[in-house]
Nanobody
Framework: QVQLVESGGGLVQPGGSLRLSCAAS????????MGWYRQAPGKQRELVAA???????NYADSVKGRFTISRDNAKNTVYLQMNSLKPEDTAVYYC???????????????WGQGTQVTVSS
């Protein structure tokens, strides 16, 4: 069994910053990549940022230059530093991990429970 636990969401004013964390635990053999997605009301879930085990990153155009994803491989934890937040960043943010479980020959994707980020004055 694998669990992803997110933390760090909340209410922030436009222009402010938040840092999200997501820790993966359980019967993990190897994590391939971790990332953050978000879903605003009435919209589809979209990729925000992702990072591989080697450190390669990918960002949505809407967050480039404002958000930074990082990862602590030893702790199976991924972070999302969000700066210069805008009202349109308001959404539920979900952590995702693609990984091999112990004893499994193929990777699977796992999701966290989501954390609310609200950007409002």
């Amino acid at each position: 069994q694998v669990q992803l636990v997110e933390s760090g969401g909340g209410l922030v004013q436009p222009g402010g910053s938040l840092r999200l964390s997501c820790a993966a635990s359980g019967s993990i053999f190897r994590i391939i990549s971790m990332g953050w997605y978000r879903q605003a009301p009435g919209k589809q879930r979209e990729l925000v940022a992702a990072i591989t085990s080697s450190g390669s990153t990918n960002y949505a155009d809407s967050v480039k230059g404002r958000f930074t994803i990082s990862r602590d491989n030893a702790k199976n934890t991924v972070y999302l530093q969000m700066n210069s937040l805008k009202p349109e960043d308001t959404a539920v943010y979900y952590c995702n991990a693609d990984l091999y479980r112990i004893g499994s020959g193929w990777p699977n994707g796992y999701w966290g429970q989501g954390t609310q980020v609200t950007v409002s004055s």
